[in-house]
């Protein structure tokens, strides 16, 4: 079964500076450190996850806020939001600039879910080789540490993970039980890059084999067998 | 617009793969222009003039507010691109076809593949293992490899003048050298096993360094007395920045046969030959 890449999209990016007091509170921002703020939405959230990580290498930024839209981007609320809102925070312009663009260099160039040809699950097999401030705290490794970062629908999730496992010397560092914000699951491994790299295709060879039979766990029982 | 990249691991997987990433043809950087100090009325001018002359680096460029000028900029994109172009560049076919030597390459199946697993980079792969016991020559003194590391261009500009000074000046010092080797995707490292594999009593590879901003031609010598697999780094001499602006190809060649002899005299290297 062969794959395509599904490239994600920027659906609205914004600057926010000199938030109100009140708002900045209430999403619980830092108003004295994080006084420039840029926000953006995008129809993969997982991905945009990873371009704000990335983004955390490139300029003085921190992820304030990131989360996942429920039912995802087939089911959005509107336009322009995808499934997922991100905020990156600095103390100064120039930085969300510097950041905005580079989450989305690494949208364009880098991240992406993928599909089988002609249709079926999406998933995620991504390894990251350095890891920002965002995800390395989120996943509490060390930034800077290679990390993967699977996900796929329910079942595809579950095979998929189990298959990375065991496939290489890599670890399940936090798991994402579905059901998620939008259904799927996954979670973030750690190891080193090269295990990570077979992991990461070990868990795609499983997904593709649910994908192409998803019913093959369905046997009769040897006492109903005649 | 990029173009985006499939990581390697998928790569097979793909149902339209992109066309694959062209090897941009290198071209040697012109030397840097003297560049004009950025600093608005300084203090003391002549002093500016003296730091400026007496290092490559960008120092005294000036500011626009808390930024890199345009000129700064676009002068900082160049040379990043250089180093960028440097790594990704392959030793050409002209370049293999000229030096008479026994081609080889690392356990590297491409360049990408070369740049993430430097382990890879140090060992030969089993067909040039075969082709280097058949035709290569054993029991030298000295084993001569030349190779990309990780910037190609440095061997492309110095290797041609390097090779022959660095045989001649082996050879007027009573040091036996063999046919030389030609190593692909290779890292400081893959001397070690060449050197084994043929019972050489040292071995020099010359290979292009870690590119810096706007250096992508500059090659270092390292020498290593009496070969064994991963050899301590402490136990080898380097000589580097071999390039146009730097150490010249024949006084680098004469400084390796000098350490060389001493270090074969000794049978030791690195830091016990200082």
């Known amino acids: 079964m062969r794959i395509v890449p599904l490239a994600p999209k920027i659906l609205a990016c914004r600057e926010l500076p000199a938030a109100d007091a009140s708002l900045l509170r209430a999403l619980g921002i830092d108003i004295d450190r994080f006084g420039s703020l840029g926000l953006l939405t995008c129809d993969q959230d997982d991905s945009l996850y990873v371009a704000l990580d990335h983004a955390t290498k490139f300029a003085e930024v921190e992820v304030q ?10 089911h959005a609320s509107g336009p322009f939001s995808g499934e ?34 002609g249709g079926g699950p999406a998933f995620f097999p991504h390894v ?26 329910p079942i595809e999730s579950t095979i998929g993970l189990d298959a990375a496992l065991k496939s290489a010397d890599v670890k399940l560092v936090r798991h994402f039980a579905p059901p998620t914000e939008t259904n799927f699951g996954g979670g973030y491994l750690s190891g080193e890059l090269h295990a990570l790299e077979a992991a990461a295709r070990a868990f795609t060879d499983a997904v593709l084999d649910v994908a192409d039979k998803p019913m093959a766990g369905m046997r009769r029982p040897s006492h109903m067998r005649w | 617009m990029s173009q985006r990249r499939i990581p390697a691991f998928l790569e097979d997987l793909i149902a339209t793969p992109d066309s694959k990433r062209l090897v941009s043809a290198y071209d040697a950087p012109a030397p840097p222009a003297h560049p004009t100090p950025g600093v608005e009325a300084p203090h003391n001018p002549a002093f500016l003039e ?55 390459v690392s356990r590297c ?15 030969l792969s089993d067909e040039s293992r075969r082709r280097l016991e058949q035709e290569g020559t054993r029991d030298v003194d000295v084993q001569v490899i030349l190779a ?60 292009g360094e870690r590119p810096g901003l706007g250096t992508g031609d500059s090659l270092s010598i390292y020498l290593a007395i009496g070969p064994k697999l991963d050899q301590d780094n402490a136990e080898k001499n380097c000589i580097s920045n071999i390039r146009p602006q730097g150490l010249s190809p024949e006084a680098a060649a004469d400084g390796a046969a000098d350490l060389l002899r001493r270090g074969l005299d000794l049978g030791r290297g690195g830091l016990d030959l200082v």
């Open chain 2, 109 to 123: 199946s491409d360049r990408a593949h070369y740049l993430l697993h430097p382990n890879e980079g140090r060992r």
């Open chain 1, 65 to 74: 806020f990131a989360k996942s839209f429920y039912a995802g981007s087939a």
């Open chain 1, 128 to 153: 990251i080789g350095e890891t920002g401030r965002y995800l390395s705290a989120q996943a509490g490794i060390e930034a800077g540490a290679p990390m993967g970062y699977f996900i796929a629908p």
């Open chain 1, 84 to 117: 997922i809102l991100g905020i990156l925070g600095a103390s100064e312009p120039d930085s969300i600039q510097e950041a905005l663009i580079a989450a989305a260099r690494a949208l364009e160039e880098d991240i992406c879910f993928y599909e089988p040809e």
């Open chain 2, 50 to 104: 003296r730091l400026m002359k007496a290092t490559p680096s960008r120092v005294a460029t000036g500011r626009t507010g808390t930024r890199y000028r345009t000129a700064t900029y676009l002068t900082l994109r160049g040379d990043h691109a250089i180093a960028k172009d440097a790594v990704e560049a392959e030793i050409s076919d002209e370049l293999a076809a000229t030096l008479d030597c026994v081609h080889v």
């Open chain 2, 148 to 207: 990309d590391g990780l910037a190609a261009p440095a061997l492309q500009i110095n290797g041609p003048r390097l090779l022959p000074a660095l045989t001649e000046a082996l050879r007027a010092r009573g040091i036996s050298t063999g046919r030389p080797i030609l190593a692909k995707m290779a890292r400081v490292g893959l001397q070690d096993d060449i050197g084994v594999l043929l019972g050489a009593r040292a071995t020099v590879i010359c290979l």
